[in-house]
């Protein structure tokens, strides 16, 4: 069950990505900045449809990125980078948890955000997720997140280089999740 602000944290982890998943990857890296033009979000599925990220979203995406990056600024750490395979992981995530109405890191297929992050296309070393769901501004999710130990831990670790933020709006909702790693 989701802690009293309906915040959850994935501990990071480290170690090498599995051998079997090698994949190409194309980065798509920008400081602070999505790219121009819709980002295409692929929901959760067999059937997955791709859809644009809105402006809103996108706008929402770009604030929790700068707010994490003025709390890693504060306490030491270089800012984190916008992945486009983590955004990828992170949305999809988002938008699973909404469908299927779970509240995770791993979801009810059995995969974590490590093999999510592997399958979204980012060859990972380390990496760290956190959760929430209710908070209605990219503020108040960054609230709960650094006033909860796991989730500030996984914010504040200087070796995550990368990140990638879903939002699902809806009822219930909205659903949040950060990914972050590191190759």
């Known amino acids: 069950m989701p802690g009293p602000h309906g915040t959850r ?3 990071a982890r480290q170690g090498r990505r599995p051998r079997n998943h090698a994949l190409a990857l194309a980065l798509a890296a920008a400081v602070l900045a999505l790219p121009a033009g819709p980002a295409a979000l692929a929901a959760p ?3 997955a449809v791709e859809r644009p990220l809105t402006g809103s979203l996108r706008q929402a995406v770009h604030q929790v990125i700068v707010l994490v990056n003025g709390e890693r600024a504060a306490h030491g750490c270089p800012g984190v980078r916008w992945n486009a395979a983590l955004q990828r992981a992170a949305q999809r995530h988002a938008d699973d948890m909404a469908a299927r ?3 995770g890191h ?3 297929d059995g995969a974590d955000p490590g093999a999510r992050i592997t399958a979204a296309g980012y060859s990972w070393s380390a990496y760290g997720e956190n959760i929430a769901v209710g908070q209605p501004t990219p503020a108040a999710v960054m609230k709960d997140w650094m006033n909860s130990p796991g989730h500030r831990r996984n914010i504040l670790r200087c070796d995550l ?4 933020v879903g939002i699902r709006e809806g009822t219930g909702g909205p659903w949040w999740t950060q990914d972050f790693a590191a190759r």
Request: glycine share 12%; proline share 19%.
């Open 106 to 108: 791993t979801n009810p």
């Open 101 to 103: 109405r779970f509240f």
């Open 45 to 47: 599925g067999p059937a």
């Open 9 to 11: 944290p994935h501990h």
């Open 161 to 164: 280089t990368d990140i990638g």
